[in-house]
């Protein structure tokens, strides 16, 4: 059975660092991989897709890379600023077991 | 629409009464998931629907929970005899397709449980 899993669990930093959020999970089997940002009370906004032959995906100051090998995905956010503060949740979309979340970072970006 | 639709956005009910969680997805999106959330957590996979019939309805509880999509698009989920550890956040998400497609989530149903 798929489990994915986050580290940190949450994460404060000032205004402007650079910053790195982990996602592993224990089944390579994957079609993709998917992170998503949630804010407090809202649904999940979805960040990076990541297919499974691809290593890597950008979008402004998010890069979120993939290895799949190793069960390893991580998600790189440059410059943070106070509006990055949220929930940041990756899923996998597991064959046979649909999207499988792992439980989130929290960050805080202290202004 | 735009987006996927959840309505509605809260639902308080009282222990052992009906509730119905309605989804309408992205216009075109074959493929239709509902997942719940409790707090701090990450959310659960209950049901996976690809066009009207359920894929996948391994994720649901128990058999107080049911799920329609009777035409493809709008969806209900549906919760008898409520329980307080029903409380949860209903989420609903729509694809393009099963395979590799970025999944989309609507803002969620808040279900209370009193």
């Known amino acids: 059975k798929q489990e994915v899993t986050q580290i940190p669990a949450a994460l404060s930093v000032p205004e402007g660092e650079n910053l790195v959020l982990n996602c592993s999970f224990t089944?390579?089997?994957?079609?993709?991989l998917q992170w998503f940002r949630q804010d407090p009370g809202k649904g999940l906004t979805s960040l990076l897709l990541?297919?499974?032959?691809?290593r890597e995906q950008t979008s402004g100051r998010l890069n979120a890379s993939l290895d799949k090998s190793s069960g390893r995905s991580t998600l790189y956010i440059a410059a943070s600023q106070p509006g990055d503060s949220a929930t940041y949740l990756c899923?996998?979309?597991?064959?046979?077991?649909?999207?499988?979340f792992g439980p989130g970072t929290r960050l805080s970006v202290l202004p | 629409g735009a987006g996927v639709s959840q309505t509605p956005s809260n639902k308080v009910t009282e222990k052992g009464k009906y509730v119905e969680l309605r989804c309408d997805p992205i216009?075109?999106?074959?493929?239709l998931y509902w997942y719940r959330q409790s707090l701090g957590q990450g959310p659960e996979f209950l049901i996976y629907?690809?066009?009207?019939?359920?894929?996948?309805d391994s994720g649901l509880p128990n058999d107080r929970f049911f799920a329609v999509r009777p035409e493809g698009s709008v969806s209900t989920l549906k919760i008898q005899r409520t329980e307080r550890g029903d409380s949860a956040v209903y989420l609903c998400?729509?694809?393009?397709?099963?395979?590799?497609?970025?999944?989309?989530f609507g803002q969620g149903t808040r279900l209370t449980v009193v």
């Open positions: 899923a996998v979309d597991n064959y046979g077991q649909n999207f499988v």
């Open positions: 629907f690809q066009g009207t019939g359920a894929a996948d």
């Open positions: 998400a729509s694809s393009s397709d099963r395979v590799g497609a970025e999944a989309f």
């Open positions: 990541i297919q499974s032959s691809q």
């Open positions: 216009s075109g999106h074959t493929a």
């Open positions: 089944d390579s089997a994957i079609y993709n």
